[in-house]
């Protein structure tokens, strides 16, 4: 079974950078979408932003609009999250996550990565 692989958290102060990694180890129809969640401490995991693998097609949430960019390397079959202006409320811990569609990668995602934690601190 494909494998999602996060990397890049830390601590970081408000109004920082960071830049998360997720790198598949195959690719397989529950990897053509692949995007990231998060979740925080007594919180829903919630949908961030998501790139479909072949149209380059991006969705993100409004509360990152703007600041968030999601990227895909395909030579490295990576995924990207750039991070900036980071905010005291972007602090969780950032899932990787795959799906065959955008549709579907807002429903029920097929993978998960173990999950890394991005601190932001005020």
């Known amino acids: 079974q494909v494998q999602l692989i996060e990397s890049g958290g830390g601590l970081v102060q408000a109004g920082g950078s960071m830049r998360l990694s997720c790198a598949a180890s195959g690719q397989t129809d529950d990897t053509y979408t692949r995007g990231w969640f998060r979740q925080a401490p007594g919180k829903e995991r919630e949908f961030v932003a998501c790139?479909?693998?072949?149209?380059?097609?991006?969705d993100y949430a409004d509360s990152v609009k703007g600041r968030f960019t999601i990227s895909r390397d395909i030579a490295k079959n990576t995924v990207y999250l750039q991070m900036l202006n980071l905010k005291p409320e972007d602090t969780a811990t950032y899932y990787c996550?795959?799906?065959?569609?955008?549709?579907?990668?807002?429903?029920?995602?097929?993978?998960w990565g173990q999950g890394t934690q991005v601190t932001v601190s005020s």
């Open positions: 996550a795959s799906a065959p569609t955008i549709t579907m990668i807002h429903g029920t995602p097929r993978l």
């Open positions: 790139v479909h693998w072949f149209s380059g097609n991006t």
